[in-house]
């Protein structure tokens, strides 16, 4: 018995002395993630890398501008439960994606260019968007009561 505890102990010693984090750790973090507000959905829209003279993508809501990301940033949108028109523009087209989000939900967009004159918005999984946004810098928050 005391050489399987020994043991026990010794497997979780060393595994606290692991560098490099788990792929779930990295995606998922702890509990502390930023989730929903009562009665609102969360809704982050993120950018992979890009290299440095990628131009920013424009994006809007409901014909609104809401910001615009460059590589790497992400913002993040607090919205009550209804349907939504978002654009992505490049620099001579855009892209229209309509999402319907309901309360206590959280949901994350990937802006990206599509070909030389146009950008699109595409839906990340949870692991996906919440690595993306550990990762990148915040570059704006958007609250429609």
Not at 35 to 43: C, T
Not at 53 to 59: E, K, R, T
């Amino acid at each position: 018995m005391i050489k399987f505890l020994g043991a026990a102990l010794l497997a979780l010693s060393l595994s606290a002395c692991q560098n490099s984090p788990s792929p779930w750790y990295q995606a998922y973090g702890t509990t502390s993630f930023p989730v929903a507000k009562d009665g609102m959905a969360a809704l982050y829209i993120v950018r992979d890398k890009a290299p440095p003279d990628a131009p920013s993508i424009p994006i809007s809501m409901s014909r609104h501008p809401i910001g615009g990301l460059t590589g790497s940033t992400w913002m993040r949108l607090d919205l009550p439960p209804n349907p939504y028109d978002l654009r992505a523009f490049g620099s001579d087209e855009s892209s229209e994606l309509i999402i319907t989000v309901v309360p206590g939900e959280t949901r994350f967009l990937l802006v990206q260019p599509k070909g030389a004159n146009d950008a699109q918005l595409t839906w990340l999984s949870q692991e996906d968007g919440r690595r993306l946004v550990r990762a990148g810098t915040q570059v704006g928050s958007y609250y429609n009561p």
